[in-house]
């Protein structure tokens, strides 16, 4: 049976947190298989069993939230920056 028109599609988001330096070729090969290149770096992956059962052989090295869309590599940048620590209200006449 397929899915209903109106379910909209959930994906999970799937950020590498350690390194695999030094796993099997396996583990490695999961998470190419990800799309995961490099540590901090976040993926987006539709949710089904074949995701579900990749992360689950990687669920030690990564993070996983289940999420509604998938954001821009903008939103993702913005998201990560960290706030400046000050904030200029005027500037000064010349």
Known sequence: MSAPA??????????L????IGLPHTIR????ALGIH???????Q??????AGQ???VKELVKVEEVDEKKTKREI????????GYWVESAVPR
Not at 6 to 15: K, L, Q, V
Not at 77 to 84: C, F, N, Q, T
Request: net charge positive; glycine share 4%.
């Open 55 to 57: 992360i689950f052989q």
């Open 77 to 84: 940048w913005l998201e990560r920056r960290p706030d400046p």
């Open 29 to 32: 090969g999961t998470l190419l």
């Open 38 to 44: 490099k540590r901090g770096q976040t993926v987006y």
């Open 17 to 20: 947190r350690r390194s695999a």
């Open 6 to 15: 109106t379910a909209t599609t959930r994906f999970f988001r799937i950020t």
């Open 46 to 51: 539709p949710v089904n069993c074949t995701s």
